[in-house]
């Protein structure tokens, strides 16, 4: 069966710069994590050595300031670089995705000396993140954690366990949220923990239907004890700051997801350019011509949503509402594109001899994570219709 390779996505980006960028990040992924993808998701393999190439690239901390070792690029250039490595990888995609996450609180809220001292090591120094919010007994309700930070002298002792946490286990700091106060979003307060603090430890990484090659597990904090000068924020200010990097991070979300969908699409229209039925390739046949042309539409789509939400950001103007959309429908799309995507392929697209199932595995979780879809649906509501009455 002949191959028709992929087109590369036409993009508008706003400098020279973020076009070599993408150059750069285009070769590192045509070369260095896709030939390996499947084989290694296939067998739960975390690609360690891939993040520390994007650390020496400086890819790690792009969205961030350039004094601590950031690339002092916009969101606009930062989520198009997560769209091709998610393409590429969804592994690592996701991976970036969250550890410039896990390094939002210290870099939005974080004191100049905590600045000086940490960020250097996290966006550039191979350092890898994770953020610590989920807990068993709260997921979508995250202002119930349970998880507490008690006042000890100059330090503060961390007990509880959280849950679903990417990077559980291999990450080399947590920014974690633990009750210091009352019930609710104000007695909560952010902390960034070390990976090797003593105390902390981590659950088998849980066994999923995708994603494979990127660990997710239980962290277990067991009187870890950290300094007040690793205390991000005020005190109570933690919920504040990990609904804000939520609204960051769900833009990360959707640009990878999008990366998923048009790897999906390029494989279906790879194989319906090559499959001959009846004498024709399947491609010329309305039926599929007609999908492929809703899954591209689709795509597009997405992909302005989520860049008209990052260009809001760049603004300094609210974006909430866009981002909540952006993640809704850029991941909904990717589930949907990937299904059709397997359908494309028909029997082969079942079968682990070809991509397409791997991505459809894949799509599933990104309508969960970072606030399921129906959270998503609820904090577009509130906007467009105001709050519930209650």
């Known amino acids: 069966m002949p ?25 590192i992924a045509q070369h260095e994590i896709a030939p390996g993808a499947a084989e290694e998701e296939d067998a739960g393999r975390f690609p360690r050595e891939v993040f520390t190439l994007l650390s020496r690239s400086g890819l790690l901390g792009l969205p961030y300031d350039s004094e601590y070792g950031g690339g002092d690029q916009p969101y606009e250039v930062y989520l198009q670089v997560l769209e091709e490595l998610a393409a590429a990888r969804l592994t690592v995609g996701l991976g970036l995705s969250v550890h410039t996450l896990a390094s939002y609180g210290l870099a939005a809220y974080g004191t100049k000396e905590q600045q000086v001292e940490h960020l250097p090591a996290m966006l550039g120094g191979g350092l890898l993140g994770a953020y610590a919010l989920s807990e068993p007994a709260s997921g979508s309700d995250a202002a119930s954690l349970r998880t507490k930070a008690v006042r000890d002298g100059d330090d503060w002792v961390i007990t509880g366990t959280k849950s679903w946490i990417t990077h559980g286990g291999i990450a080399d700091f947590y920014t974690v949220m633990a009750r210091t106060g009352e019930e609710g979003p104000r007695g909560i307060t952010a902390f960034l923990v070390p990976g090797d603090a003593e105390g902390l430890s981590a659950a088998v990484p849980e066994k999923k239907m995708g994603l494979k090659g990127s660990p997710t597990a239980q962290i277990h904090l067991d009187g870890v004890r950290v300094s007040d000068n690793r205390r991000l924020g005020e005190v109570g200010q933690g919920f504040t700051i990990a609904l804000s990097a939520l609204d960051s991070g769900r833009l990360g979300i959707a640009a990878c997801a999008i990366g998923l969908a048009q790897a999906a699409l390029d494989e279906a229209v790879g194989y319906a350019a090559g499959r001959q039925q009846f ?19 689709q795509i597009e789509a997405g992909r ?17 509402r866009q981002a909540a959309m952006a993640k809704l429908f850029c991941t ?12 494309v392929l028909g029997g082969y697209g079942y079968t682990a001899d070809f991509p397409a199932e791997r991505y459809m595995r894949e799509a599933k979780v990104l309508q969960i994570v970072e606030g399921t879809n129906q959270i998503q649906r609820m904090v577009i509501a509130r906007h467009v219709a105001g709050p519930e009455t209650r």
């Open 3 to 27: 191959d028709r390779a992929p087109q590369p996505v036409d993009r508008q980006l706003p400098t020279d710069e973020a076009r070599d960028l993408i150059s750069l990040v285009r070769d």
């Open 279 to 297: 004498g024709r390739p399947i491609s010329d046949f309305q039926g599929l011509r007609f999908m492929i042309a809703d899954m591209a539409t």
């Open 304 to 320: 302005a949503l989520y860049l008209a939400a990052a260009r809001l950001r760049d603004a300094g103007r609210p974006f909430a």
């Open 332 to 343: 909904d799309t990717a589930m949907k594109v990937t299904t059709d995507a397997v359908q």
